[in-house]
């Protein structure tokens, strides 16, 4: 396919962004393949966001534009590291119309301020190759906002967002996710799929047509050199945010009433974690798990997960260590109104704990319910974890001072 010779081409399955006025009815454009950008002749092309608009076209852009998103975003073939960026403007209102894939050697960056809306029922998704890779660059005023664009937005409108990372994995070779069957993992644990701050995720986690439903974002196999801070899931169906496998740290994560986990770890994710914020969960505040069909990598690393506040109810427990579970520990977490504390689910977890894989060290079990169980652990070690009075994300069940002005859903 020709492309143009210094800019990421959006093409294929059916890419559109429309110029229209709030009050217009949409009028689609298709993408014309190879032609040069002119901001005057009615055609998307170029690196124009719209038709005529954006790009080195910027002052033709009118207020309350929408830019219509979907289809796939293509790098260019080239030297190994060369990444091609498009960059949306916060100015626009964008729509995501169905799937949008970013490709190996793309890169997708959303600035401050931007606002996109997915159409409820339309299997819309973001999903970020092996390779690609998504910049957001929100600020602690001024999010970065992905929601439903739906009168009534309700959780499972969209489907979220998925990263693909070429980093290790608990198999020790590259998957396919178990969402969109797309590869991930790999044997770079060094590599970047970019970097997201100050990103709120609302209404996603629609369910997809193998039963699943999407976390409302995803990590597969996302190397070390990936940012990943503050945070928001908000009304997701299914559950807020999931590790899977490699070694990207994350701090200042957020998940608000999600339908399913507030947080899953899962296949040896070997990243650190620092300030989660749990509330409204359905089922763990925390899930730990791993394809028990999966041999662990040996020696399986260590993890510090540290400063941690889950709000009950979260049924399933504030920690639920199941399905093999992995090697971590966990320091500082406050909890509060949960009726069980740390859930040791399966013979093959209960094992694990006499060997150490999972540590508690300082947990505080606040106003708890009148059934409260610490733990349905019964097993002969006694040091799982240790009670103390915490402060879990800085201001114990509390707002923390890091989530003002940028997150939504608290009392």
């Not at 091609?84 to 997708?108: H, M, N, S």
């Not at 931007?114 to 998504?134: F, M, N, W």
């Not at 608990?170 to 396919?176: H, K």
């Amino acid at each position: 396919m020709p492309l143009h010779p210094s800019k990421a081409i959006f093409a294929i399955l059916s890419l559109f962004l429309l110029l229209a006025c709030s009050d217009d009815e949409p009028n689609f454009k298709e993408v014309i393949e190879g032609r040069e950008g002119d901001c005057f002749d009615g055609i998307l092309n170029g690196d124009e966001v719209i038709v005529d608009c954006g790009g080195e076209c910027p002052g033709f852009c009118p207020p309350n534009s929408i830019g219509i998103l979907g289809g796939e975003l293509f790098g260019e073939a080239g030297e190994a590291e060369q990444v091609l960026g498009f960059q949306l403007d916060p100015a626009i209102e964008y729509r995501l119309i169905g799937p949008l894939l970013v490709r190996d050697k793309a890169r997708l960056s959303i600035p401050a301020g931007t606002v996109i809306k997915a159409d409820p029922g339309a299997g819309a998704y973001i999903a970020i190759a092996q390779g690609g890779s998504l910049l957001v660059s929100g600020q602690p005023d001024n999010p970065v906002v992905f929601t439903s664009g739906a009168e009534n937005p309700a959780p499972g409108d969209w489907g979220g967002i998925i990263i693909c990372g070429q980093a290790p994995i608990a198999s020790g070779a590259v998957g396919r996710t178990d969402i969109i069957d797309i590869f991930y993992g790999g044997t770079e644990p060094e590599r970047s799929s970019g970097g997201i701050n100050y990103l709120r995720i609302e209404y996603a986690g629609a369910a997809t047509e193998n039963g699943k439903n999407f976390d409302a974002i995803s990590f597969y196999g996302v190397g070390a050199f990936t940012n990943i801070t503050n945070l928001q899931t908000f009304e997701s169906l299914g559950n807020g945010i999931r590790f899977i496998g490699g070694n990207a740290d994350a701090k200042q994560l957020i998940s608000t009433n999600s339908g399913d986990n507030g947080i899953v770890i899962q296949d040896d994710w070997s990243g650190n974690g620092d300030s989660w914020y749990l509330s409204g969960i359905s089922k763990a505040g925390i899930k730990i798990t791993t394809d028990e069909n999966i041999e662990p990598p040996q020696p399986i690393i260590t993890d510090t997960i540290a400063n941690i506040s889950i709000a009950g109810p979260s049924p399933a427990g504030a920690l639920h260590f199941t399905n093999g579970g992995g090697k971590y520990r966990f320091n500082n977490i406050f909890t509060s109104n949960l009726s069980l504390g740390i859930n040791i689910d399966g013979l093959i977890e209960v094992d694990q704990i006499p060997m150490g894989n999972l540590k508690i060290d300082s947990i505080e079990f606040d106003s708890p319910a009148i059934d409260f169980t610490p733990t349905n652990y019964t097993g002969p070690s006694s040091d799982i974890y240790t009670e103390n009075n915490t402060l879990g994300t800085g201001n114990g069940i509390m707002t923390p001072n890091w989530a003002n002005g940028w997150t939504i859903g608290f009392q």
